[in-house]
């Protein structure tokens, strides 16, 4: 399956000729022209990577595209996005790393660094239905030709759950997934619905803990342009996103009671309202909902509706934490490391006995996602090729443990010790420090005048 880029440039004939080039490299194209059919143009094609202009009026501040990168990232925030414009700034770079692009290219183009600088985000980026944004734990299971080949595990306690939701995948039947934080709630819901009968059809997942309560009618069901202040044009909510397909509704426990009501109403009804439409619409929807809370207990605390609960609870599948399944532990940190050796270009790593022991004798707190933040960092900063128990816990004192406790470092102070380290590797070389940390040359630079790195 070809890696989907999506472009979003006004200009037809830049549009034309990036499709060219990246079509000739193997990947599949979509462009748009206008920012309101960006986010549309991602739920529809879900790209695994999105090219974007940073001007689409005669302003030429790059405060549009600005503008457009932050709401892309604020639905999809770890989807690599690419900024491109013909007035190029430093501090216009700077600005959009620091609200979270990937990379800058300026206009006009070298192919071969475009080119390089694509590759580099889509290897980190599988293809979408491996990628899970928060949850994200890829991996295997016995049977390969299902969508659940992208969950590794062989314990008990995974393959029963796993089990469960094979069987349940292809009726329409809501389901609940519960589980601590980064377990993969979100990759068995891309799983259930990719095996479904509306696989053919969208799956949008909403984190609901995001959503802010005054906004939360204008997420899920849409607005009428003027519906409220700022509201200018028409809005497509997830539900009219997700139609025939499957809706994904992430920390449902964190709504409060007034949206449970709203909710409740839509899921029972099958329709909802636009805000400033009074026009119902119809609505053909799955619905796969996800919390790490415990539901029964705000239950009879009297903060979760128990008639919502009966309505999204049909079947209940649990995720076991990594702490109860150590026999996954090693199979996860070696997945892990294959893609890390590949991306840093470090084929012959590889983890040696003691660390392997030690890796699953560990608790592992954050789950999935604190294993695949470990073994990366290891990656990185392991001086020989069999990692060995000292390299993991200069990982760990970089961030993992860390990055769960109080007071822990942020992910701007990581990226500057990745950075002062690599080139310390290198005795400063540019290039060999960006192969290693998977950067372009450009980005690297960016990165050490952002950060002040002498």
Known sequence: MPHKILIIDDDTMVSTSLELLLKRAGYG???VSRPAEALPAIAEQRPSLVLLDMNFTIDTSGKDGMALLKRILGK??????????????????????????????AKPW??????????IQVDKFPVWHDFLGADAGAGKVSDSNTPFAGIIGESAALTSVLEQAKRVAPTHASVLITGESGTGKELVAEAIHLASQRAGKPFVAVNLGGVPKGLFESELFGHKAGAFTDARTDRQGRFELAEGGTLFLDEIGDLDLAAQVKLLRVLQERQYERLGESKARKTDVRILSATSRDLQSMVAA?????????????????LPPLRERPDDILPLAEHFLAGAKKRYERPQLELGREAKSWLRRQA??????????????TAILAP???????????GQSMASDKAFAPGGMTLEEMEIKMIKAALGRHGGEIAATARELGLTRAALYRRIEKHGIG
């Not at 690419?82 to 700034?89: F, K, P, R, S």
């Not at 071969?112 to 694509?118: D, I, Q």
């Not at 128990?389 to 200069?394: G, W």
Request: aromatic share 6%; charged share 20%.
């Open 364 to 377: 592992f707190p954050g789950n999935i996602r604190q294993l695949q933040n470990l073994v990366e960092r």
């Open 302 to 318: 009297g903060t979760f509706r128990e008639d919502l609960l009966y309505r999204i609870n049909l079947i209940h599948l649990h």
């Open 76 to 105: 999809h925030p770890n989807l690599p996005v690419i900024q491109m414009t013909g007035w190029a700034t430093v501090q216009l770079a700077v600005e959009g790393m620091k609200a979270g692009a990937r990379d800058f290219i």
């Open 110 to 119: 070298d192919n071969r660094e475009l080119l390089n600088a694509v590759a």
């Open 29 to 31: 194209v979509k462009s």
């Open 384 to 394: 020989a090729t069999v990692v060995q128990v000292e390299d993991i816990d200069k």
